[in-house]
């Protein structure tokens, strides 16, 4: 679909602007939703967002959710019988598969581009869509196929046709398309917008534990110190302190454990983990690969919700 957000018309001129999105519906649920960016429709009163079809029909937004830490926007539709993009498995995409960027760059409408998945992962952007670096929480999937303004919030698809990545920004000294293209994973999205419907808010997943913000400026300046710890190269984060009665603790994860893996992920640093972390499904199993006194240990905690621990406050060297 194509989604047109105006100002507020309180706005001495109003502007117009142009995004993509998809239309899903939740597990049991026969409602019907756009999945969009945040920026698409950040500007926008409710009344202003306009969303046509790939038939030309103009639906109605009913009502519209938003986190900036992610850029997911959710709006519900006032509409029946509308047909949902089939999801697909983002977990599983692998670098060098083919996909497609659907979207409407530059205003032109239902256009497709193709390309590979350049890399995965990818955090710690500057976005120039965010020049606040609201978007603190990134997970991106790198893809060359070209994407350009207007395709924000358009899918990106696996050759089955199935979403994998909601289209979210461009890394270009030109303004359009440089073949660096960042996607949002479907399974964030998706997971980011259930719990914007059904708690109108967005909670990060917590783990318990204080982290070393000098650990790997140590071992930068000093290899000694790498192989005193059981590392071959700069990574992971140090375990500070464990957090009493949280899952950390449950877990038995102990002050000088190295965190060097989390859920399959190598670790690079202690902001990469509070990352990881931060975007971990809540309540989900994962497991955690440490070095404790150079000996190697996978242990599996079960991440807890972080207001339920910290009362809703975010601590940023406590993932």
Known sequence: IDTYASQSQTAPVAIDEAGSGIIFQFENDDSSYVLTNRHVVDTADLVNIKIRTHEGDFLKANRLWADPM?????IHLDAEDLLPARIGDSTSVEIGDFVLAVGSPFGLSHSVSYGIVS????????????PSGAVRFQDFLQTDAAINPGNSGGPLLNLRGEVIGINTAIASNSGGNEGIGFSIPIHLAINVARQLVEEGTVSTAYL???LDSTFTQRLLASPQALREVGLDRVAGALVKSVTPRSPAAEAHLQTGDVITEFNGVRVQDDDHLINLVSLAPLNEVVSLNILRAQRPYIVHVRVGRRRDFEGGTQQARRP
């Open 70 to 74: 992610t850029d997911v926007a959710v």
């Open 119 to 130: 890399a995965k992962g990818r955090w710690d952007l500057a976005l120039g869509d965010d």
């Open 208 to 210: 318990g534990v204080r």
